[in-house]
């Protein structure tokens, strides 16, 4: 048929025209050229209701039940579009459909098309959409389709590599035209394919003088590589071109496709084999050896450094009265510790001042703002505050087409550079009031995920630099001590920006202004699949370059203010507790291996390592009890200040496998050991778990020679049996793909909330030798084991 649709196209036959009409159900223009209407004229994503980026409702009685619920909204798509190329080279931005598992992002897509006109009552319609699929480690992606208009019909797609590809229905099919087909050039299995989606849909689910609505919908499950579809073009209007007619000119041979669905199969057949070998290379008997008698250095001590989103402590999403809980949370934690966070980090997204009037407060945003920095201020040594200006930045995102189109020189329409330096300098006010230790305000991050546009990066400069100049205006008069400092960058992974940071550094040695100053950078350190621990290593050489280049300070400190496992990207799941207490304590391994990376490299680093992900996911339920996020935080506490060499094995190149850190004082020596398991990012790679770890302190202190020594191992497992029996519990279970959204609403009992805060433990005596001391020791997949060994008091 397809054959048929070029033929007449290149020729273009009136006879045939009637009889294909009659043939294929698609409508006509009377010259014969095909009548398309626009598929994506308007596109949203389906997101939990009321998520804190993105407007919501206030006063919208069933929208706050709605979210309590965890019911999901649409939100425009210009909120969280993403740039790809088409096949003829020409940048759109489209809105993404995820497919990997455990994420809360877009499961869901609805298209809108264009009004349907009542002169095509009768006929079939044909729509066009733009599209980008990317299949990861599977063979293929498959999705749901539900078109909507005088009624509605569902068909599930399944996409693998064919120039065309189509899936019919009872009332509409769909042809997907591939354009453009690549790998990805590497070993990693990833295969791109672009074009156009032609949607025949037929009289009777046609609403004629109104839209038709097209819905995507995904399936929920991990990929190592994960798959997507982007779906639609927002700012540039593809329609009109007819997609067969540039497949007959530029047609992709069937030895192309042939080639590239033999290609990713190759390299899914490899990264098989390769992931499963990452783990099988690890498990081997495993060794730490503590030098005791080896140079001292100051242990950083990153796991008391926090960070939380605002909204009630889990669902990301503010309206209302917010829970009581955080501070509850902040307390449970801190009682644990001992001590105060050292740093708090908070971020605001909604917009603290009114847009109209940035001289005054918006009352409506002031609850939250207030409760998280309160708590801050109360269970914290010093608070660091980022508003994200998501209002701010929506306008920004719809004004520039996400940051392709230059801003006018006085900024964002209706939000102004002097408008936000205003508004920064009134929150400032009132959040120092509220919050004597706030040090640190921070611009918006994330803003390098939008383009790689240099007017982007002018933008993304000016949004510092209104930051700037409210702080010197704010600081005016104070002391030092009472003055706030200025954190800007706020890029994502380092490894892979650094033209946005060089942009950044260059503009800034570039300005002029007698008000300016910068006294951190910021950047996430995330892993993702494909990430791994040691990936920092280096980063440090690329940033002084670049200080250097630009003679800005050497020294200029680094706020790590995310760090660790992306949530929502890899195998366990948050939905679920029993998934979340496996996750949390993959976290909290994977969040102190970074660290160690960053410690180990010279540079002014400051990991924000304790809750680097997100500070709820530390407790459950109305009691508070510790996850094995915050257990992962009280064992590195434990550990002293002084740290001593010690070598783990077997660890590899990338940092999965084995760690160990070290500590002594006079009569103590600690060693915290925990394992980076490439399991959590690779369905085929075994969880690593060491049994008879020969655990080695060699030179160990002469008071220590010869001596009965007391050896106390502290355990935090998420194979607990007794913990896993209740967090399976009915009761028990969160709402899914909400991060776990009502955990902390969770009424355990008083004996299963101590059971839940249990940390094990395990004494015993050993008589050391003249020199080493060996100690058998065992480590459970995700566990952190702490040992410590002291002097036995007479």
Not at 429 to 449: F, G, H, S, T
Request: glycine share 8%.
């Amino acid at each position: 048929m397809q054959s048929i649709y070029r033929t007449i196209f290149l020729i273009r036959l009136p006879f045939l025209t009637g009889w294909l009409l009659a043939l294929t159900g698609t409508s006509f223009a009377q010259n014969g050229a095909r009548t398309w209407y626009k598929g994506d004229a308007h596109i949203a994503f389906k997101w939990r209701f009321g998520y804190s980026e993105f407007p919501f409702p206030e006063n919208n009685v069933v929208a706050q039940q709605d979210a309590l619920r965890g019911k999901f909204g649409w939100y425009d798509g210009a909120l969280w579009s993403h740039p790809y190329k088409t096949w003829d080279g020409n940048a759109v931005h489209g809105v993404q459909l995820l497919f990997r598992g455990g994420s809360p992002y877009s499961r869901e897509v609805m298209c809108t098309s264009e009004t349907v006109p009542y002169e095509a009552a009768g006929k079939p319609v044909s729509f066009l959409i733009p599209f980008q699929y990317t299949i990861g480690s599977e063979e293929a992606i498959a999705f749901s389709l539900r078109v909507k208009g005088a009624s509605e019909e569902t068909i599930v797609c399944k996409l693998n590599p064919q120039a065309e590809q189509t899936i019919t229905g009872g009332l509409f099919k769909v042809n997907f035209i591939t354009l453009k087909i690549a790998g990805s050039g590497n070993a990693k299995p990833v295969l791109n394919a672009s074009g156009m989606m032609h949607l025949t849909v037929y009289p009777p689910l046609l609403g004629y003088g109104g839209r038709t609505e097209f819905y995507f919908s995904s399936s929920t499950r991990h990929m190592d590589v994960e798959s997507s579809l982007l779906i639609g073009s927002l700012y540039r209007d593809m329609h009109q071109a007819d997609p067969y007619l540039q497949l007959s000119e530029s047609p992709l041979l069937k030895d192309t496709i042939k080639a590239a669905a033999a290609l990713h199969a190759q390299q899914l057949r490899e990264w098989q084999v390769a992931t499963a070998q990452r783990s099988d290379a690890l498990l081997q008997q495993a060794k730490v050896e503590v030098f005791c008698a080896g140079p001292t250095e100051k242990r950083d001590r990153g796991e008391r450094r926090v960070t939380a989103y605002s909204g009630n402590p889990v669902k990301d999403f503010q309206y209302g009265d917010p829970s009581p809980q955080m501070a509850g949370m902040a307390k449970s934690v801190t009682n644990a510790l001992g001590k105060k966070f050292s740093l708090f980090r908070y971020q605001h997204h909604y917009l603290p001042w009114k847009m109209e009037d940035p001289a005054q407060l918006d009352s409506s945003q002031l609850t939250y703002l207030k409760e998280w920095l309160t708590v801050a201020n109360t269970y914290a040594d010093s608070v660091m505050l980022d508003l994200q200006l998501s209002p701010v930045v929506k306008l920004y995102r719809q004004h520039t087409k996400a940051g392709t189109i230059a801003l006018p020189q006085a900024g964002i329409p209706g939000a102004e550079w002097d408008k936000i330096t205003q508004g920064y300098l009134t929150t400032l006010r009132y959040a120092k009031q509220v919050c004597p230790r706030l040090k640190i305000i921070q611009m918006p991050y994330e803003l390098d995920n939008m383009s790689d546009a240099e007017v982007h990066a002018d933008a993304h400069y000016m949004f510092y630099k209104s930051l700037y100049e409210a702080v010197y205006l704010f600081n005016e008069g104070r002391s030092e001590a009472d003055q706030v400092r200025v954190a800007g960058l706020g890029s994502n992974n380092p490894n892979s920006r650094w033209d946005f940071i060089q942009g950044f550094l260059e503009r800034y040695s570039k300005d002029t202004g007698g008000r300016k100053r910068l006294d951190y950078l910021t950047w996430h350190t995330y892993l993702f699949p494909g990430n791994y621990p040691a990936m920092i290593k280096g980063v440090n050489d690329s940033l002084q370059h670049l200080l250097k280049k630009y003679g800005l300070n050497p020294e200029l400190p680094v706020i790590i203010d995310e760090m660790g496992l992306a949530e929502p990207s890899t195998i366990e799941d948050l939905s679920d507790l029993r998934g979340a207490m496996r996750k949390e304590a993959a976290m909290a391994n994977f969040s102190a291996a970074i660290h160690h990376y960053y410690e180990q490299m010279p540079g002014n680093w400051i990991p924000i390592s304790g809750a680097g992900w997100h500070f709820a996911l530390l407790t459950y339920g109305e009691q508070q009890v510790l996850s094995t996020y915050a257990k992962g935080m009280l064992l590195r506490n434990k550990l002293g200040d002084e740290k001593i060499p010690v070598k783990s094995t077997p660890v590899d190149a990338q940092g999965f496998g084995l760690h160990a850190t070290a500590t002594k004082t006079a009569d103590r020596i600690s060693v915290l050991l925990y394992a980076a398991s490439p399991s959590i990012f690779y369905s085929q790679a075994t969880p690593l778990s060491y049994k008879n770890i020969e655990l080695v302190l060699k030179d160990i202190p002469p008071h220590f020679r010869d001596r009965v020594l007391k050896v106390t191992q502290f355990f935090s497992t998420p194979e607990d049996s007794a913990m896993l029996r209740v967090l399976s519990r009915d009761e028990y279970q969160t709402l899914p793909l909400t991060r776990g959204a009502d955990r902390y609403e969770k009424d355990f009992t008083e004996k299963e909330a101590a059971l839940l805060n249990r940390i094990d433990t395990r004494s015993y005596q050993v008589t050391s030798g003249k020199n080493m001391l060996l100690l058998p020791v065992d480590l459970d997949t995700y566990g952190m084991l702490l040992v410590e060994i002291e002097l036995l008091k007479k």
